[in-house]
């Protein structure tokens, strides 16, 4: 059973997202396209998907842009047009999403999980070297809760030993890694637009970008049926579009994806500042050169559960990201080999994700840290004298 949640003292949640004040916020506009794509008479792959996917291509700084039907298939549909399947490995992280494995499954592959960097939680080349074998095609660096992965490091590893590179940006929109955008370092970007994601809608969606124009002819025709003319399926494909309303809502939405990132950027900076001095508290660490949207504020703490309770009876919810190990999941424990995977197993039990969304205001996040600093005791070290 869930702890029983009580409210702050003026009587407030203060929640883990909230997606009604994003909806409010841009209500007028989504009103305003939904209204004239139904009256438009075009529902699938209309204009609006054709711009949204020029739009949100060109963000990331690269020249094609597939609208797909979710973050998962982005991923399978990537591996499939770069021909990795049956009798192949991709490496990723045990810490991540789900889906960034299912994806692999669903292409024909296998799997092949590592752990992440301790102190970055996401995936470095020393973790990828560990993972390699004679069968390894791909590897799906995942920008986990915001935080991009060393892309040129990444690349440069891809590059000597012959591997394709799938991004994982699907919580990632808008990252930046040496002031370049997630997304356009690797074979394919993979994004997700499902409502909690920094960019959302209010449904299923997701989008490929890349640098090839080869890929992008592949993608289309996977996600069509196989179809490269609308008529004949050359291969097996999947059917798996981005709606004609939810591109055109997404295009309102984009507009101030930036501005959102930079409120989230704000709160994070302010937990950072306020719980610099509690011990037991371990932040994600970040690379100079990357630049984080933090879709989630991660923080490692022993005696999560503890925490967690104390803030929930304050009114404060808080989620956590993610708490089986893909290691330790029946869909993908037969691929752990019976490797150790402390890291992840470790993230698993300790992290614990803060409210860090745009519409926070100040009060609220000054609960928050004055909570965490009285509950997370031996926080503050005292100067030696
Ligand atoms: C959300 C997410 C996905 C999958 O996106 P869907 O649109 O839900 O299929 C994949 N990887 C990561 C890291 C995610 O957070």
Redesign the pocket.
Known sequence: MRPRRSTTGSGRTIRISNLLADFQEHSDGIHDAISRVLASGTYILGENVEAFEREFSSYCGTRYGIGV???????TLSLMALGVGNGDEVITVAN?????AM?ILNAGATPRLVDPSPDTFVMDISNIENGMTSRTRAVIP???YGNPCNMRKIMGFAKENGIFVVE?C??AHGACFDDERVGSFGDTG?F???P??NLGGYG???MIVTHSKDLAYKIRALRFYGMEDRHSSQTRGLCSRLDELHAAILRVKLKDLDAKNERRRENAAYYKERLRECARLRFQEEYAKGMNVY?QLVVGVSQREILRRRLLEKGIETAVHYPVALCDQPAYRRYSYNKPFAVSRYLAKSVLSLPVHPYLDPDSLQLVCDVIQRCVKGGRQRKKV
């Not at 991540?96 to 960034?100: F, R």
């Open positions: 039907a979710s973050g998962t298939d982005a991923l991540t999403a789900s889906p960034t994806a995942v920008h986990l994982d699907c919580q993979c997700s637009f499902y909690t994601k299923d969606g997701g879709h």
